[in-house]
């Protein structure tokens, strides 16, 4: 999950009314190398997080992108979905959104569920890419179905507000959920405004507030504004 104003979006319903926001997703966290990628390839990835943690070895991020993008060359997706990271936010390498959005690309469609979050974004946003709302919820999708959950609350933020998809909000809850439940604090706050407005579900503010709580307690700025906005406390 990325923190910076750059790749945080969060939009209102209205300036009265509760809102729905959407975060897209990131790898803080070594990544799984998936099964078919080469052995030399696998091992660059995780030679590549140990650099740019500076876990084990000394931190360098110029180094770690290096490496990304042998184990990209050598056709490892998350190698490519790493690299686009580094490119994106110019972290050991020059920023180029062009090629971050590139790279993403490369590494969705080796299967990659983060890459395909992350594209998403950029083509939701229209950052280094043609901005394209359908297009952004196919590929939010695809990274849902692959397991990234923060791309389950994008999507969810896509159909709650039918951006690029048919509007559906009991569609949108059931993400929220998935999202939440897998331990996306934004999805559990964009769910508890769904649950305390009775948004595609039945109303329940007790159970609205609970669910914002939790947002706002795991770090998420969204539910602890929707929590005072509500008079209720963090």
Same mark, same amino acid.
């Given at each position: 999950?990325?923190?910076?104003?750059?790749?945080?979006?969060?939009?209102?319903?209205?300036?009265?009314?509760?809102?729905?926001?959407?975060?897209?997703?990131?790898?803080?966290?070594?990544?799984?190398?998936?099964?078919?990628?080469?052995?030399?390839?696998? #091992?660059?990835?995780?030679?590549?997080?140990?650099?740019?943690?500076?876990?084990?070895?000394? %931190?360098?991020?110029?180094?770690?992108?290096?490496?990304?993008?042998?184990?990209?060359?050598? =056709?490892?997706? @998350?190698? /490519?979905?790493?690299?686009?990271?580094?490119?994106?936010?110019?972290? =050991?390498?020059?920023?180029?959104?062009?090629?971050?959005?590139?790279?993403? #690309?490369?590494?969705?469609?080796?299967?990659?569920? @983060?890459?395909?979050?992350?594209?998403?974004?950029?083509?939701?946003?229209?950052?280094?890419?043609?901005?394209?709302?359908?297009?952004?919820?196919?590929?939010? #999708?695809?990274?849902?179905?692959?397991?990234?959950? @923060?791309? +389950? =609350?994008?999507?969810?933020?896509?159909?709650?507000?039918? %951006?690029?998809?048919?509007?559906?909000?009991?569609?949108?809850?059931?993400?929220?959920?998935?999202?939440?439940?897998?331990?996306?604090?934004?999805?559990?706050?964009?769910?508890?405004?769904?649950?305390? !407005? =009775? #948004?595609?579900?039945?109303?329940?503010?007790?159970?609205?507030?609970?669910?914002?709580?939790?947002? +706002?307690?795991?770090?998420?700025?969204? !539910? /602890?504004?929707?929590?005072? @906005?509500?008079?209720?406390?963090?």
């Amino acid at each position: 999950m990325r923190g910076s104003d750059a790749i945080v979006a969060v939009a209102s319903i209205s300036a009265t009314t509760l809102g729905c926001g959407a975060t897209t997703a990131a790898r803080t966290a070594p990544v799984p190398v998936p099964a078919q990628a080469a052995p030399a390839a696998s #091992k660059l990835v995780s030679l590549g997080l140990m650099y740019e943690s500076g876990r084990g070895v000394a %931190r360098d991020e110029a180094r770690a992108s290096a490496l990304y993008k042998q184990a990209c060359d050598a =056709g490892d997706a @998350h190698g /490519c979905g790493n690299l686009g990271f580094m490119v994106e936010t110019g972290r =050991g390498v020059d920023r180029d959104e062009a090629r971050a959005a590139s790279l993403y #690309k490369q590494a969705c469609g080796g299967g990659d569920a @983060h890459g395909c979050g992350n594209l998403g974004f950029m083509v939701e946003t229209g950052t280094g890419v043609d901005r394209d709302e359908a297009r952004a919820a196919t590929l939010y #999708k695809q990274a849902c179905d692959r397991g990234e959950l @923060h791309a +389950c =609350g994008n999507l969810g933020f896509m159909v709650a507000t039918g %951006r690029g998809v048919d509007k559906d909000e009991a569609r949108a809850v059931a993400l929220y959920t998935q999202a939440c439940d897998g331990g996306d604090a934004h999805g559990c706050s964009n769910l508890g405004v769904m649950v305390e !407005g =009775g #948004k595609g579900i039945a109303a329940d503010h007790a159970s609205g507030v609970r669910l914002l709580r939790q947002g +706002c307690r795991a770090g998420d700025t969204f !539910g /602890c504004q929707q929590l005072e @906005h509500l008079g209720e406390a963090p």
